[in-house]
């Protein structure tokens, strides 16, 4: 079958971000794994891949069963679910994971986000306005960079993370 443009288009993009990750994983020289949070979300889910590709790339010597081996030790992800998590996200999440053979752990943030909740409404003060439904996902997804930033910072891994892009034009991505 005949590869449309936009596909191998795709495919180059896919190509070029995890060239560009494995090269700044040994260019850097301090890293010893990769993290993912995992959503069970399509961003998450490339982004795992990017990842995935990258060391492979950077483990080019190994391949086969010694390749998914060793991602046990160098691709980790975690799932951070709250109430709006859903059975079929964790179990795309875990899916995947178990795919590729990375490390999964599965972490819940509830009690953070309703701390994080209580904390911006007391911000607003009696009387200020209601949280938005957006500020309530946002929430989420801040708790959980925070976490695997925590986690990166001591594991000596590199944190790939998601965003969007009216984020990046602001300074910030969850």
Do not use: C
Not at 15 to 27: C, E, F, N, P, Q
Not at 89 to 103: E, P, R, V, W
């Amino acid at each position: 079958t005949t590869r449309s443009a936009r596909d191998e288009l795709l495919d180059d993009f896919y190509d070029a971000l995890s060239l560009a990750v494995a090269d700044y994983y040994r260019k850097i020289g301090a890293f010893r794994s990769i993290g993912v949070a995992l959503s069970g979300g399509r961003d998450s889910l490339l982004t795992l891949l990017v990842a995935w590709n990258a060391l492979r790339l950077i483990h080019a010597e190994l391949e086969g069963e010694a390749l998914f081996a060793k991602m046990k030790t160098a691709l980790f992800t975690f799932y951070m679910p709250t109430r709006f998590s859903s059975e079929g996200t964790k179990g795309a999440a875990a899916q995947i994971a178990q795919d590729l053979g990375a490390s999964f752990t599965i972490l819940p943030i509830e009690e953070a986000f309703l701390r994080e909740l209580e904390a911006t409404r007391a911000m607003l003060g009696e009387g200020g306005p209601a949280l938005t439904a957006i500020t309530e996902q946002n929430v989420q997804a801040r708790v959980r960079g925070t976490r695997m930033w925590n986690w990166s910072n001591t594991s000596g891994a590199l944190f790939l993370q998601t965003g969007n892009m009216s984020e990046k034009a602001l300074g910030y991505t969850t």
